[in-house]
Antibody, heavy 121, light 107 residues
Framework: QVHLQESGPGLVKPSETLSLTCTVS????????WSWIRQPPGKRLEWIGY???????NYNPSLKSRVTISVDTSKNQLSLKLSSVTAADTAVYYC???????????????WGQGTMVTVSS | DIQMTQSPSSLSASVGDRVTISCRAS??????LNWYQQKPGKAPKVLIY???SLQSGVPSRFSGSGSGTDFTLTISSLQPEDFATYYC?????????FGPGTKVDIK
């Protein structure tokens, strides 16, 4: 059974960089697209971007200037870095897999439990 | 970007009711439309993918239809565990955007 687990600081100061890791267990990270999604309190889901196991990426234009998503196949992990954060970046952050067919047109079929990140001094 | 809208934004229904939720895309997305259910404090769960395909393990009371720009999620007989928020999502092109959600609560 595939399991995704997000990890990282729950509190980040304004103007700093938010860094999260998603560890994939129960399956290889290879041959799939992997995504980060966030959800501010009481708001809709917002897609941040995706990474293919090869390292190619695609980002939401609204966040593109501040986002870096990468993959480490040796550790079966993907990571998210979001720079120059403000209070508007306070949200639950999820990692998820586009699956099960290995296409970026797939649904997000497996999700992590999510991790709350608060931006505050 | 392809924008997604949903209606209604919320609805109240009783156990056993038939519930219909609509989703509209700002341009044609063929059948690249997925539906998710989210309960408070939990990650979303995919119910329907490719507009009308039922995800493995999802009860058959959930169904989806539509193509192009207009889509529908139907719950044929609402069960207590179905009270949740439902989101549509287009996977036709990046950025893959979600609708604003429809909250289904108990009448």
């Amino acid at each position: 059974q595939v399991h995704l687990q997000e990890s990282g600081p729950g509190l980040v100061k304004p103007s700093e960089t938010l860094s999260l890791t998603c560890t994939v267990s129960g399956a290889s990270i290879s041959s799939y697209y992997w995504s980060w999604i966030r959800q501010p309190p009481g708001k809709r889901l917002e897609w941040i971007g995706y990474v293919y196991y090869s390292g190619s990426t695609n980002y939401n234009p609204s966040l593109k200037s501040r986002v870096t998503i990468s993959v480490d196949t040796s550790k079966n992990q993907l990571s998210l870095k979001l720079s120059s954060v403000t209070a508007a970046d306070t949200a639950v952050y999820y990692c998820a897999r586009f699956g099960p067919f290995g296409s970026a047109h797939d649904p997000l079929d497996i999700w992590g439990q999510g991790t709350m990140v608060t931006v505050s001094s | 970007d392809i924008q997604m809208t949903q209606s209604p934004s919320s609805l109240s229904a009783s156990v056993g009711d038939r519930v219909t939720i609509s989703c509209r895309a700002s341009q044609s997305i063929s059948t690249y439309l997925n539906w998710y259910q989210q309960k408070p404090g939990k990650a979303p769960k995919v119910l329907i993918y490719a507009a009308s395909s039922l995800q493995s393990g999802v009860p058959s009371r959930f169904s989806g239809s539509g193509s192009g720009t207009d889509f529908t999620l139907t719950i044929s007989s609402l069960q207590p565990e179905d009270f949740a928020t439902y989101y549509c999502q287009q996977s036709y092109s990046a950025p893959t955007l979600f609708g604003p959600g429809t909250k289904v609560d108990i009448k």
